[in-house]
């Protein structure tokens, strides 16, 4: 009689779970290493735009339509499923994992033109930002990988991927862990939460041995006395959230409204992308050139108490909002939290005229966490990715309460959440 061959047996057994091990650990390295060089080439993409700039200023109203119309059309002939945000994208894939493994929400193909789409409105000063974006890729690459060692696409994989894009971006693996609670997985289970926080902390370990150890907004040390906050947050959060809502609102009506005038605009996306283009361009005009790009640098100074423009936070809500409408490759991610400040500090002005003033950077956070949780609607990753970014955890309870108001009033401006929405454009064909 021949006997079983018990360690033949143990090996063919496990292959299939080493073979996932290696597919987890191998994707969540090379999405790392891809989110560490799509940062650098977007600050050298802003930096470029820069020096044209102060060579020739007024050729961002000529240049920026043109680019914006280019990249558009780019998009629509041979990208598709690389427009927007990328957010989007992933949730619907993360529905049909299947069909999504096969389809081009979390192809390679899409997220070559993902990266080469945002790099290039960056670089003619297109307010985009590059987290949501590495979200699809990321996405993508955790799907390359496992299909490339034959290992099956779960949702599970999807959303891993998407969640690691966050941590990597913004080197904040807690909101990359919240994000995918909040907003990636529609139901979140045990085994997927490991799998999440596996592949998180194996792409925070890579992403800091690549970019060092950093804080994304630098040290907040700026404090507020209890007094402040109990009328600060709940405005923060009012303001925040309406405006976050009003910003919501008008995307999901450009991509689903069936009035007559936005059907007739959206019949002709060239155009369309050329005139926020042009927005865009007028608007950096009218600000110094504060409202291009992601907004970072202003948005670190306005947090370590410095000045700017009053104009920034206006400026920065139009042409986001224009780059977004446009169609084009980028997220919302990095300039919302732009804008966010932006509104922080007009609400510091203002509260500066009737109270001490002498915390600014403190209320800037505050206005950060109210619009992009009006925007975004996901109070627990706002929380969670500010206090990150900032290191500071001594306004976890401020921030929560700003949060949680700000998702009540966006809520009662737009009521569908913007991202779930968005989503429906993107559903994977069985």
Known sequence: MQMFDFRKAFKDASLPSVRARVAALGGAILLSVVAVLFARAGEWAQTLFAVLYRVAPLS??????????????????????????????????????????????VSMKSAVGKLFGTTALLLVGGSAGREGPTVQVSAALMVAVHRWLRVPVTAGVIIAGGAAGVAAAFNTPLAGVAFAIEELASAFEQRLAVLVMAVVMIAGVVSLGLAGDYVYFGAMAQRL????????APLAGLVGGVLGGLFSRALIGMAFSQSPMLLQVRAHPILLAAGCGLVVALTGLATSGSSWGTGYD??????????????????????????????????????????????????????????????????????????????????????????????????????????????????KVCKPKLYHTLAKQFAPAE
């Open 60 to 105: 961002p109203l000529v240049l920026t339509p043109l680019v914006f119309a280019g990249v558009v059309w780019a998009t629509r002939r041979w990208f598709p499923a690389a427009r927007g945000s990328g957010i989007p994208q992933v949730m619907a894939a993360g529905h049909n994992p299947t069909a999504a493994a096969r389809g081009p929400l």
């Open 225 to 232: 006395p209890l007094s402040d906050l109990f009328v600060l």
């Open 298 to 411: 202003t948005t670190k100074l306005l947090l370590a108490g410095g000045d700017a423009s009053l104009l920034f936070g206006p400026g920065k809500f139009v042409s986001t909002l224009a780059t977004a409408l446009s169609g084009a490759p980028g997220g919302i991610f990095a300039p919302s939290l732009s804008v966010g400040a932006g509104v922080g500090q007009l609400l510091a002005a203002g509260y500066a005229e009737v109270g001490p003033g002498d915390a600014p950077g403190a209320i800037v956070v505050l206005g950060m966490i109210g619009y992009f949780t009006g925007v975004v609607r996901a109070p627990l990753t706002a929380s969670i990715i500010i206090m990150e970014m900032t290191a500071d955890r001594t306004m976890v309870l401020p921030l929560f309460a700003t949060a949680l108001i700000a998702d009540w009033a966006s809520a």
